[in-house]
Each structure stands twice: as C-alpha cells, then as structure tokens.
C-alpha cells in the first residue's frame, strides 16, 4: 500500500475542489469512452482530490449506489486540482466536480461542461480568520491590512468583497494575496497575512488563538451555498445520457443518505482525507443535498462580473444536463 501524506497535506479547500485550467478548451481526446469491467458493469472514471466535500462519491462507491445502477467506479487521483477539466475532456475521466465561479469561468472560454448534481454546499464554514492579538477588532480595521485567500478571483473572493463592502470597509485598501492551504495556519501566526482564510479542520486546530472577523463571507447568498457542481463533458452528456442518468441515481442516494446520517459522512471524509475522527467531530463540515440552489449560484457568477472577475455573466441553467 502506498504511503499517504499527512491529512493536512491532503487537504485541499472546498474552494478548489477542481480548479479549471482556462486552457482546458485546447484540449482534445476521446471524451466519450466507456467500458465495462468482467462483471458487465460500465466502468465510470471519477476525478477526485482527497476533499471534504467529496464524500458523496465515496458513499456512492462504498455503499453500492454505483453498483446498483450497473456501474463500478474507478478513483483517478488528480495530481493537481487543475487537473479535473482537461481530464474529463481527454477521456481520463468522466465524472468530477467543480466550483461555480470556476465552472463559469471555463464555461466562458468556451470549455463544454455539463452540470448532472450538487457535489456539495457550504455550511457556514468559510470564515476569515485574525489571531486574537493581532489588533483586529471590527471589519473595518482590516483597512490597510492585508488578508491571505487560498483562491484569488473566484466565487468565494468577490462574495467577501461584497460582505466587506456591506460594512462599509473601503477594499480598495486591502491587498488579498493567495496563500496555500495548509500554510494558511503559519502565515498567520508569523505576521505574513494580517487575516486568513483558513479552512476546516484546520481552523479547528487554532480555535484558541484566533477570531472570526469575517463569520461566514458567504452570507449573502443564502443558507448553504453551492459550493461544488458534478460534471461531465458535454461531449459524453451527448454519447452516453443513459449513463449520466445512473450516475445522477447513484450521486443522488448517496446524498440523500449523507444527509440523514452525519455519522457517515464522518466516516466517508475520515476514509478520503484521514483526517482524525476527533477531529472531524469538532469542526464544521460542508452540507450535503441534491437541490442544485441555481438562484444562489447565479448570484456567485454575478458578483464576479461585478467585480471584474469574469468579463461577461453565463446562465448557470444552460449548463444543466437533460436528457
């Protein structure tokens, strides 16, 4: 068995859960292959990173879901979260998953994507961190400061814009800088970043030495936003909607049950991330559901425009698969 880095190594934000490379739209290949494996079932290659978020494919897989429908899902490890478009458009894989800024983002630039369910939803999770002596007592004193985000101009970037804005700090005098995710947590304790977005579990870790100065910079768009879409190229959508079909059955269950035991979904994040239990418990974890919440989303991809993140608005509901 090989070696696995350590959780933290292996955690990677909700935020990038598949990262797009705006090149993706070169890419060429067979997108639309399909096999089947001895057992007769249809061979579905999943794109994933080791996230929270990703627990419903896990479900899925382990609680037969996929099998249920004729499929049998085959993990493909993405060595970087800008991986998971080109792949699904080379044919390395035909199922992953994507943010909504990003997924408007490539859908801009002309990359064919199909949205088939909701991978996840924040849960009030996505904070702006200060350390408690840093000075830092109300949003506006963040003025002249400067805070790390693991993601620069996404969703999640112009919707803590507008949450700042709201309380009239004047962000034109914050410089937002990227910062990984896991050296979030030291970035901040050496002064590097004056504020972080330091993302669960590992805002757990410093829940003794920091406040929320910005509680959930995702306030605006309502009760547990989107934060990640299942997708699949719009090339194999065409070829093989027969199979989209089970995927969205099998994606569906597994939410469905994600929902009503939330003691699975610490065993499914456990399995993907290895992350401890204990810690898991503590921590605030993303939601799981199958409403694809469009209105919401529409407002992430409109606050982008607004802040001169995407050049022009995609209608989020253009993108949905139907057979």
């Not at 794109?47 to 085959?74: R, V, Y």
């Not at 970035?187 to 509680?215: C, F, H, W």
């Not at 699949?232 to 569906?252: T, Y």
């Amino acid at each position: 068995m090989a070696l696995k880095r350590p959780w933290y190594g292996r955690l990677l934000t909700a935020c990038t859960i598949a990262l797009v490379a705006l090149t993706a739209a070169a890419c060429g290949g067979s997108a639309d292959e399909i096999a089947k494996n001895s057992d007769g079932d249809l061979v579905v290659k999943v794109g994933l990173i080791p996230i929270t978020g990703a627990a419903g494919f896990e479900i899925a897989e382990s609680e037969g879901f996929f099998k249920d429908e004729g499929l049998a899902s085959e993990p493909v490890n993405l060595r970087t979260p800008a991986d998971g478009v080109p792949n699904l458009l080379n044919g390395k894989t035909n199922l992953g998953a994507l943010n909504v800024g990003n997924l408007a983002q490539a859908t801009s630039e002309g990359v064919d994507l199909k949205i088939i369910g909701t991978t996840y939803y924040a849960n009030d999770d996505m904070s702006i961190f200060t350390m408690k002596d840093s000075g830092i007592e109300e949003p506006r004193d963040l003025e002249g400061k400067k805070i790390g985000l693991v993601q620069l101009k996404n969703s999640n970037h112009a919707a803590l814009l507008d949450w700042l804005e709201q309380r009239d700090v004047d962000t034109k005098k914050i410089e937002f800088v990227l910062v990984p995710v896991t050296d979030m947590p030291a970035a901040l304790r050496s002064g590097q970043v004056d504020a972080g977005q330091v993302l669960y579990p590992l805002a757990q870790t410093m829940v003794k030495e920091t406040n929320a100065i910005v509680p959930n910079l995702l306030e605006s768009l309502g009760e547990r936003p989107v934060q990640g879409y299942t997708i699949v190229s719009g090339a194999f959508a065409k070829k093989h909607p027969d199979v989209v079909v089970k995927m969205q059955a099998a994606l569906e269950k597994a939410n469905d049950l994600l929902v009503r035991d939330p003691e699975l979904m610490i065993t499914a994040v456990n399995t993907l991330t290895d992350v401890p239990v204990d810690l898991l418990r503590a921590s605030k974890l993303p939601a799981f559901g199958n409403d694809l919440k469009l209105e919401s989303s529409q407002k992430q991809v409109d606050l982008m425009v607004k802040h001169g993140f995407l050049s022009e608005s995609v209608d989020l509901s253009t993108l949905v698969f139907k057979k």
